[in-house]
């Protein structure tokens, strides 16, 4: 099922963009489409807005993009700048980030038969990344444990057909669950 284009889904309100940026998503479309911006490219707008106006820092100039992008139906919900999607599930788990993470592992390797190709225990968020089929992607992401409980997000990167990324969403939810079965 492909997403239609005008249904934005960054999880951004209109309200938060304002309150940000100075400016409602709208007025910043103007601006945008009065300089032609329709024909450039996500890393030419993104750092247009970011060189000429000082409300919007990397993050903001990003965000700006990505709505206007979708906005004009130049992007879908979801798609990457290089034509890919993205698509991610989050639980908080009942355990600290390395047992979050070392569950999600555990879950994720017996689905896909195959331990992670990687895995980075050093940073804030630790990870572990498995390669799927083509240039597809499996992250598990354990944030920093809030004490007894860690939010750990999968997310499947680089589907290049927009009709998996529902199915891709359901397979994520699931493994989530199962992870969560798993501890108890």
């Not at 601006?31 to 024909?39: K, M, R, V, W």
């Not at 089929?133 to 920093?144: K, Q």
């Not at 397979?171 to 501890?183: M, R």
Request: net charge negative.
């Amino acid at each position: 099922m492909t997403v239609a284009v005008n249904e934005h889904s960054s999880g951004m309100s209109d309200d938060a963009m304002r309150t940000a940026t100075g400016r409602l998503p709208d007025a910043w479309f103007t601006i945008l489409d009065s300089h032609g911006a329709t024909t450039w490219t996500h890393t030419v707008i993104a750092r247009w807005l970011f060189d000429n106006f000082d409300t919007l820092d990397g993050w903001w100039s990003q965000a700006v993009t990505v709505r206007y992008e979708q906005s004009r139906g130049m992007r879908q919900p979801g798609q990457q700048a290089d034509g890919t999607y993205s698509v991610s599930a989050t639980k908080t788990v009942p355990r600290d980030s390395h047992a979050a993470l070392d569950a999600a592992i555990r879950v994720v390797s017996a689905e896909l038969g195959a331990a992670p190709d990687s895995d980075n225990r050093s940073a804030r968020y630790i990870t572990a990344r498995w390669s799927l089929e083509g240039r597809e992607s499996l992250l598990a992401t354990a944030a920093p444990d809030t004490g007894d409980s860690t939010p750990l997000t999968l997310t499947h990167s680089r589907i290049e057909d927009a009709d998996a990324v529902a199915d891709a969403k359901s397979t994520l939810t699931a493994l989530l669950a199962k992870l969560v079965e798993s501890l108890h």
